[in-house]
Structures are given as C-alpha cells and as structure tokens.
C-alpha cells in the first residue's frame, strides 16, 4: 500500500476533499476550520462528518474544551471508515486535534494508522503511523498485536499529556512518552 503525506501548512488543488477538526458548534472560526468554511465550503453548524468540501471531527465542545479521547478517536474511526468507502474521493487529513492540550503528533498520528490508500496525511505523522502499521501487522512472536486504534489512550497523571496507557510506567520511572519525547 502506497501512504500519502503532505507537508505543513499546504493547501491542495483540485478536488480534495479537507479533513479538519471542529468544535461540536461547527463555528470553523480559526485554523483549519476556517480553511474548510472559507475555501471548501464547510457549513456553519455542521460540526460532524461531510460538509461541502471538507470532513469534520470533532475534538472540542461548544466552549471549545477538548472532548474525551475516545470520543475523538471515535470520530476518526467513522471518518476512516467512510474514506475507504469512497475511493473515488481523496482526503487531505490536517494536523486533527493536536491544537488540542497535551495531544501530541505521537498520539494522534497513530489513530490514522488505518487510513486507506485515498488519504494524504500531514508529513510529521510519517513515523508514527508507520511504527503503528508495522506494529498492527504483528508483534515479534508472529502473532497480530494490537492496533493503534484498538490501544488506550489516556492522559499520563504525571506530565498531563495524552499518551497509550500502556506507556504510562511507574510514578518513579514517569512516563516512557516524556522520556523519548521530553518537552
């Protein structure tokens, strides 16, 4: 499988269609929303899935605070599903939901690990969503390990990142995330 991966702050031509997080008012005021309602027609209000041009999942409420993890994840699962759907659309996936407090690329990277073919991904998710394809496809004992979107993720008590909990260590050892990725 051929993976896509655009660079930061790109705009496509043609007829893509912009994957963007919104907030569960769909107000698209700032970033990449913005971007959806002004350039690719995102409706104001639409705050969840198709809307003109452009893909919408939600990470934050109507006050703009984060909804939990898994409601996100949740979101991207409906959107992955609906891209390998429709392969006759591309799909160009911003940076979603890292604007967000403490969820870093590691962590959202990896939950479009399962996007399909006819989806172009932000360049810095290049490496995490490759680990979590090798990673999904089996572990070292040759049997199928789990998935990056079947992993929990959780915010780690000790730095207030987002992390998969499998990650989060003992209070004196902190966080495996922080070790290999220190602020």
């Known amino acids: 499988m051929t993976f896509k991966f655009h660079s930061p702050s790109s705009v496509p031509n043609g007829q893509w269609i912009w994957v963007f ?7 698209h005021a700032k970033g990449a929303a913005r971007v959806a309602r002004v350039n690719f027609r995102a409706a104001y209000g639409a705050s969840k899935g198709l809307t003109g041009s452009a893909y919408a999942i939600p990470t934050t409420d109507r006050h703009k605070s984060a909804l939990p993890l898994a409601s996100v994840k949740s979101s991207i699962t409906e959107f992955l599903q609906f891209a390998a759907a429709n392969p006759g659309k591309d ?3 911003t940076s979603v939901g890292t604007e967000l407090p403490g969820v870093t690329d590691d962590v959202m990277g990896p939950l479009f690990a399962a996007a399909s073919e ?4 932000p360049e810095k998710w290049r490496t995490y969503v490759s680990q979590a394809r090798a990673a999904s496809r089996t572990s070292p004992t040759g049997a199928p390990s789990t998935s990056a979107l079947d992993r929990n993720v959780e915010r780690c008590p000790f730095c207030g990142h987002f992390t998969y909990s499998d990650l989060i260590m003992a209070p004196e050892l902190h966080c495996t995330h922080v070790v290999l990725h220190p602020k």
Do not use: K, P, Q, T
């Open 118 to 121: 006819n989806c172009s991904l």
């Open 91 to 93: 799909f160009f996936v």
């Open 21 to 27: 997080a919104s907030d569960e008012g769909g107000s």
